[in-house]
């Protein structure tokens, strides 16, 4: 059989040692005689999972005392409109919009208040994040949001807006423990959990506690982070395989030697396919240099009309998944964490053979 390379955005690639694990422990969980899927959340075992879980976390990421992390369902597009109803209350906040999922943030939270679009780059083709002297960010804002980001566009934010004491919201579902990160400058991190962290289904909420008593009074309970945090994210019943399998992914990456290890694995994969595709006029990326995404690399074919041609025999490669997003086309290569560099050397050599063959 071709080895397969799984390029797709999410739910994406896992590491292989996890899905072993996952299979080996699948039918009997540590000799409880139960498989993870199967037991109570409120049982020994399952908190047990879900301890080490959280502490795994809060190691890679360095996560300071003073925050809550939350394991809740929904995704990110949930979160997009649970964040307005926990910190809004009837004020107003700033958003920048650097690609397809930070407008739609701006979307989900328009009904819950006052959202003041400080910067955008849609005129661009979100092909930047606009320099940071340009927004226009109110001091009375109760927030400011981002998307550190764009899994679509290929936008990743290098470094961070001085937004003085206005708590930075950040969507981080793609790039989320790909990199080192100071949880201190923000206020919330979020993301859903199919792109580095595990199976779908999974959100993660890292939220300073300052900002736990801020909630509009219709906010739900399973939708209130405070509720949440004080019920160990259990005031429904959370996702307690996904919780378990981004537990293993954890353990995986510690094992690895974390965050900072795994970056300069990523900044060489990203190198690879970026260098080659600056090398030739066959490929292009439009995506400002410096805002390039580590994760996601959107490519277009000089002449489209080889799209198909090239991905039928990328496919036959075992290069899979490496279709563009609807909204933008051409093509893109997700090249998560768990991604080996051999993929990106594959991919690369293939992209070599088919601009020579055409
Ligand atoms: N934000 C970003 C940056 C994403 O990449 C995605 C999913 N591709 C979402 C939000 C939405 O996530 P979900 O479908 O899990 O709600």
């Known amino acids: ?38 037991m109570s959340h409120r049982g020994k075992e399952f908190t047990s999972i879900l301890a080490k879980t959280e502490a795994d976390l809060r190691k890679l990421l360095d996560v300071p005392k003073n925050y809550k992390v939350l394991f809740l369902q929904g995704g990110a597009i949930a979160e997009n409109a649970i964040i307005p109803m926990n910190l809004l209350n009837g004020g107003e906040a700033d958003y920048v919009v650097t690609g397809a999922w930070s407008k739609r943030s701006v979307e989900d939270a328009n009904a819950y208040g006052k959202i003041n679009l400080v910067a955008s780059s849609e005129a661009d083709g979100f092909t930047n994040v606009p320099a940071y002297s340009t927004w226009k960010l109110n001091k009375n804002a109760a927030y400011l949001h981002i998307c550190t980001n764009e899994t679509i566009n290929g936008v990743e934010f290098d470094g961070l807006p001085d937004a003085g004491d206005v708590p930075i919201v950040a969507d981080m579902s793609s790039h989320i423990l790909s990199r080192p990160i100071d949880v201190t400058k923000y206020g919330v991190i979020y993301g859903g959990a199919q792109k580095n962290i595990g199976p779908a289904g999974l959100c993660i909420v890292i939220v300073r506690e300052d900002l736990l008593d801020r909630a509009s009074p219709l906010t739900p309970a399973v939708f209130n982070w405070k509720t949440q945090s004080e019920n160990q994210s259990m005031i429904n019943t959370p996702p307690t395989y996904s919780i378990y399998i981004a537990g293993l992914v954890f353990e995986w990456l510690l094992a690895q030697g974390g965050v900072s290890a795994i970056e300069q694995v990523n900044i060489q994969k990203a190198n690879l396919l970026y260098d080659y595709i600056d090398s030739t006029d066959f490929y292009i990326n439009n995506v ?44 893109r290569a997700s090249i998560y964490n768990a991604m080996p560099i051999e993929g990106v050397q594959a991919l690369v050599s293939y992209m070599q053979e088919f601009e020579k063959a055409h």
């Open 1 to 38: 059989m071709t080895k397969i390379y799984n390029f797709s955005a999410g739910p994406a690639v896992l590491p292989k040692p996890v899905l072993e694990r996952a299979q080996a422990e699948m039918l009997d969980w540590h000799g409880s005689g139960m498989s993870v899927m199967e």
């Open 288 to 331: 400002a240099v410096h805002n390039r995404s580590r994760m996601n690399i959107p490519f277009f074919l000089a002449d489209e009309s080889l799209n198909d041609a090239f991905l039928k025999g990328a496919e036959a490669k075992g290069l899979l998944q490496l279709k563009g997003h609807r909204m933008v086309g051409g093509m």
